[in-house]
């Protein structure tokens, strides 16, 4: 599937730039700021998988963690919360935000349609040359993906086929907009449930490529929709035990 799309769930090791990502801490100062290393370093730890859905964040476990003061974290935390990657639950402390079924079915719905979007713009663009064979090359690596042996390169691979899109679709828009981080936590969160999140089977990508190289926007848009709509299918049959408990 997202996101996830722009640098969409850097599944790959990578933090995403954009609002979540650690180019763009919304603070202004520089890289080395104390704020700055906490909150990318909580990122990075989402993303590599040290921190997962569910986790509890203990003030004076991150204080050591990233040499910082109270205040810092209490200011990254309050960040990180508006920005849908933790929950902040009073008297309890802060966990990295956990998904309910309905929330995961909204992360979808958003991803279905930016896609679609995204798609669309490809499509348009896509003409002969560097960038058609770029997306021919993404479409055979993630054929040759076959064994969850193979899942690391998979997820390298997803995640460049679906930037290449965003990047031809010309829409700066959509990367800032992007819910990526929050696609990162569906996956993990669901990740020991099948890879119902992760659309681990070659076959999702072949209709979307075919309907780019095609050149025809409006199948390119409904075929970014459908892609979508085959990880939502495999989620709707997850059980409840998969999901944290509907608020």
């Not at 979808?108 to 930016?114: G, T, Y």
């Not at 798609?119 to 054929?143: C, S, T």
């Not at 800032?176 to 999140?197: E, N, S, V, W, Y």
């Amino acid at each position: 599937m997202a996101s996830e799309l722009p640098n969409m769930m850097g599944d790959d090791g990578h933090i995403p730039a954009g609002d979540s990502g650690p180019h763009s801490t919304g603070t202004g100062g520089d890289d080395h700021s104390p704020f700055d290393r906490a909150y990318r370093g909580i990122l990075r730890g989402l993303y590599e998988g040290t921190l997962v859905p569910g986790q509890r964040l203990i003030a004076p476990d991150l204080m050591q963690r990233f040499d910082v003061g109270r205040g810092t974290v209490r200011e990254v935390l309050h960040r990180l919360a508006s920005s849908g990657v933790v929950s902040i639950i009073p008297n309890r402390g802060a966990a990295i935000r956990q998904l309910t079924r309905r929330e995961v079915a909204g992360v979808l719905d958003i991803v279905e349609v930016l896609l679609g979007l995204a798609a669309r713009g490809a499509a348009v663009r896509l003409g002969p040359g560097e960038d058609r064979d770029k997306l021919l090359a993404l479409h055979a690596r993630l054929q040759q993906v076959n064994d969850i042996s193979a899942f690391s390169d998979f997820l390298s691979a997803r995640e460049e086929y679906y930037r290449h899109i965003v990047r031809l679709s010309c829409n700066g828009e959509l990367r800032r907009i992007f819910p990526d981080t929050q696609i990162h936590i569906m996956r993990i969160q669901l990740r020991t449930f099948g890879l119902a999140a992760d659309a681990f089977d070659p076959d999702d990508f072949t209709a979307l490529t075919e309907a780019l190289l095609a050149g025809e926007p409006h199948a390119a848009e409904e075929a970014g929709k459908r892609h979508v709509d085959l990880t939502r299918n495999r989620i709707i049959r997850l059980p409840a035990r998969a999901f944290a408990p509907e608020k």
